[in-house]
């Protein structure tokens, strides 16, 4: 079903900056119903561009959101708005804001504590015992990915797969290269599992930010001893995973305007870090440099869009499942997809082009 957005006041499609911060941003809007219009200006053939082109490449849905309202949302491929599915990798954002509030709460004192400290299997270690938790986040810490045990594709996989994590070999000193895979992400959940003591580190997530953002998930996939899976567990409705988009862009605020994590410390999640300026912790980035993973579906020179937006931000998932963030423009966007049919050639530089005719 495709719904259609409010007349712009002013023609285009927000190409004119916003002038909207973190800060400032308006929130609890993901409830709210599609605003109807009488008539369609640019803006919505934009729009409309951009949900044909998703729709094309297995695209299961699109949310727009500018300045608080849903100005477009559709679904395609048989799906609907009720429809929870895997992020896949996109799971691997939540981890950086939930980290953040754990510095909050006083689990850590901060993003460059040692995980050794925790993790007391890597002391006395070589080049473990330097990893530290913004390693482990911006996934610099030299860790091997071991694919086969860690990601369920190949063999017979590890059945506990945080401690399985915590024995991959070391292939590189901590922050000197970025290595893309799920190691990084299970050593972190062994390391919040141990600090947490009382709960898991999905039950710390979803009772520190999901529920008060109005959150649910539908569906975790935890290995066989019952690890909730950190990398790519989440299944979300489009709707749900705008409401996280919502708090990004409002600094950490939850709907009632509850400063639910530290804004400075939720700011550190998209700053780029130094193996690879197009990641920041658990969030890609609109900035050069980049890697081949992200290159081969963005832009020039590893951008996401190379047309623009410098601040866009965004998490990324297997089949093109994207959550951008735009706060220039006071944006937010969700394009999920149905990877059932294997058509993963969604590109984030063509949807975005489509979006802003360009």
């Not at 992400?185 to 008060?212: H, I, N, V, W």
Request: glycine share 8%; net charge negative; hydrophobic share 40%.
């Amino acid at each position: 079903m495709r719904y259609t957005p409010l007349m712009w006041a002013f023609s285009g499609l927000i190409l004119a900056t916003l002038a909207c911060t973190q800060t400032n941003a308006t929130v609890n809007r993901a409830d709210a119903d599609p605003i109807e219009v009488d008539s369609v200006d640019e803006a919505f053939l934009h729009f409309e561009a951009a949900a044909d082109y998703s729709a094309e490449l297995s695209g299961a849905g699109v949310v727009f959101m500018v300045e608080g309202d849903i100005l477009f949302e559709d679904y395609a491929n048989g799906h609907s708005p009720d429809d929870a599915l895997h992020l896949y990798s996109g799971t691997k954002s939540f981890w950086c804001p939930a980290i953040a509030a754990m510095i909050e709460d006083g689990y850590l004192t901060s993003y460059d504590d040692i995980a050794a400290d925790t993790l007391t299997e890597w002391q006395g270690v070589s080049r473990k015992e330097d990893i530290t938790v913004r390693h482990l986040l911006n996934l610099s810490s030299g860790l091997a990915q071991d694919i086969t045990d860690l990601q369920d594709v190949w063999g017979d996989p590890a059945a506990d797969k945080y401690d399985h994590a915590l024995t991959v070999r070391q292939v590189a000193a901590p922050n000197q290269r970025f290595s893309y895979g799920p190691s990084n992400y299970f050593a972190l959940g062994a390391l919040m599992d141990r600090l947490l003591e009382d709960q898991d580190p999905l039950e710390y997530l979803d009772t520190r930010l999901f529920q008060p953002l109005g959150i649910s998930y539908s569906e975790w996939i935890s290995d066989a001893v019952g690890n909730p899976h950190l990398p790519n567990g989440a299944y979300l409705t489009a709707r749900d995973w705008l409401r996280f988009g919502e708090f990004m862009l409002a600094g950490g605020k939850a709907p009632d305007g509850t400063q639910l994590v530290d804004a400075v410390l939720l700011a550190e999640c998209i700053v780029p870090s130094e193996a690879n300026p197009g990641y920041g912790m658990t969030f890609w980035l609109n900035q050069p440099g980049g890697v081949d993973w992200l290159r081969s579906r963005s832009g020039e020179d590893g951008f996401v869009y190379s047309g623009g937006y410098p601040d866009l931000y965004m998490a990324a998932g297997a089949g093109g499942n994207r959550l951008y963030v735009i706060p220039s423009l006071n944006m937010i966007i969700v394009r999920q997809s149905d990877v059932a049919l294997r058509d993963d050639d969604f590109e984030d530089e063509a949807f975005f082009a489509a979006l802003f005719g360009r």
